[in-house]
């Protein structure tokens, strides 16, 4: 997916429980804007496209991971992904392919807003992954391996949306 990098102001992470994989990736996102010097200029968020977590802070396994790495997700909350969102953010990037499913078939029956919705790991097109893999029914070391694979596709994320501004 090419994007052009000026349109992009703001963009939204979405999994299935917000609480694992998407807040992680908010949060290493945010640290990658933060050190390219564009952190006034983006709006940066993460949802589930399932409720069963609204209001928790992420999994302490995904806070311990992260906070391993210098990023601390602890204040965060889960939220379930709603169609304003399609409206109010311009890329959407989805997890893995049930979740970008689950976000085509809301756009569809909503309308589609302004927002582009793509995979994550279509900005690390070097990995042979499509899709973040679900940590929440394993060990630390999937943590470790989500992780891995956000750090990779986030730091494309912002190699395209800065690349216009250089
Ligand atoms: P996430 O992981 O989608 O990466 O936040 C999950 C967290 C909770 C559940 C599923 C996935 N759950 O079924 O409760």
Redesign the pocket.
Known sequence: MLLEPAGIKSVLFV?????????MAEGVFRAHVVSAGFADRFKIASA?T?G??VGAPP?ERAIAAALARGIDISQQKARLFSVDDFQNFDLICA?DQENFAALEQGAAQAGFGQARISLLLDFAPDLAELNVP???YGGADGFENVLDLIEQASQGLIDQLTLSRR
């Not at 999994?15 to 807040?23: A, E, H, Q």
């Open positions: 999994c299935l429980g917000n609480i694992c994989r998407s807040p589930g399932g069963w977590h999994d997890m679900d940590p929440y």
